[in-house]
């Protein structure tokens, strides 16, 4: 199958900044706008020029900053947003005046209020005028807002109209995500066989999600030969948002059997895009979000583990290295089974006897169904609750930080050994991190002991709440976990720690024999 370019247009910083609660800051658009173009992206709309001082900045920003991929701004059909919008892009390296008008009747006779021949008019007039005061250099695009309810014969002759204008791309948005697949499919392939002079311009969709379908819909359009779709990352935009970027672009890679188009992102950077936008506009990602939610490449059942641990392919349509992520996650819960559980223990350089296994395992049955989360603590205690917990090694005599605003954090420890007490003193980033580097000093700890998590959650409400710290560690091949609670964050964390260094001791000497 010869396949065709589809041309990916991220309007994350245009119509995803429309999500109710997001407001970028110009700054913040232009590391998005930069982390987009080491995405790969064609084309980033990066704002809607006239529409405020702020996006007027960001987008001359990034025309400026950003060289290899479109920067587009959008303007409606008036001279003075495309006035505008040309003066944001002038100094770009390749720009695009995205123009549209509404073309739905509903649109016209109550938003609006002109009738159909003058909103033609009007397009086509946008389009002309673009096109002169930015010359050849540029690209002009159109969009006939709410063409998804706009009757068909008219949207015909306004596509017409505007390629005939000189138009690069026609985009057809289903501006309210009323469309369902088959019906959108079959609207695209009608505007492609019924308007004249169509393969002049480069057919756009842009389907927003409120009926959940803007995945599908832009799919559909890509197989009715449409050659452009818009979309977002995360799925960020008005209401419910538009299509998903990351799941357009996967749906593609994953299914090149399929679909006759490719693109040219770079898949890996998407799962560090997704994280960035989420951080930036605050929009948190659900864990079930296909793609970059936490739950896409974790696998939480039994049979499912068992067949992934076997053959990753036998619950995984996508590696998550394809995104940028390092592996999936196995995550032990009452519904996973032995092999599971089995991994989790060579994990942590656990060994155990048969018969321990089986009591072990029956214990982590019963307390996963007790328990919504099992982190790897739990499973120290119960390993534990097996072979006894044994002497420490370590124990935290006294701690001591320092924080505050123009202070330089530090942090001084004595530890209880078995060569005697131990002394350490640190700066750090903060009181935590001192108190670690402290802890380290005190005990000369290499670098092969690295902190692989630390989770804090306070336990009560309250500002005299109980502060619980979980650290995983590892070294040489074990990973060990430990907790601490106590009202002072800082000796919780330094608690945490070292019952974790505790159990690394354990665990060495038991493979030694000790
Ligand atoms: C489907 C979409 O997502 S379209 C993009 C939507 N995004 C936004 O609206 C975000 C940015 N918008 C804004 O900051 C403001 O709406 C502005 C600056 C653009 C305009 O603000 P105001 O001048 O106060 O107008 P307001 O937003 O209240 O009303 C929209 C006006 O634009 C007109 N209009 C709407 N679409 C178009 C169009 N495509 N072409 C020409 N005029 C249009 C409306 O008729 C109305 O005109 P009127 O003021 O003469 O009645
Ligand atoms: C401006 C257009 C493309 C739009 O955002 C929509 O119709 O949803």
Redesign the pocket.
Known sequence: MKKEKLYIFDTTL??GE?TPGVNLTVDEKVQIAKQLERLGVDVIEAG?A???PA?FEAIKRIAKEVRNSTVCS?A???EE?IRTAWEALKEGNRVRIH????TSDIHLKY???ISREEALE?AVW?VKFAREIMGEKAEVEF?A??AGRTDLKYLYEVIEAVIEAGADVVNI?D?VGYAVPDEWYEKILSIRENVKNVDRAIISVHCHNDLGLATANSLMAVMAGARQVECTINGLG?RAGNAALEEVVMAVKVRSDHFPVYTDIDTKQIYKTSQLVSRLTGVLISKTKPIVGDNAFAHESGIHQHGVLACPETYEIMKPEDIGLKESKIVLGKHSGRHAFRKKLEEMGVELSEEQFEEAFRKFKELASRKKEIYDVDIELLIEGLEGAGEKTYELLYNQAVSGEGVIPSATVKIGTPEGEKLGIAVGNGPVDATYRAIRNALGLGEDIQLKDFKIRALTAGTDAQAEVYVTIESNGFRVSGRGVDPDIVRASALAFLEALNRLEKRKNKKKGI
């Open positions: 245009r119509d429309q809607f006239i529409s405020s996006d959008l409606r059909a008036r947003d123009t549209f008008i509404a938003k609006l209020k009007r946008a969009s807002e709410d948005p501006t008005e």
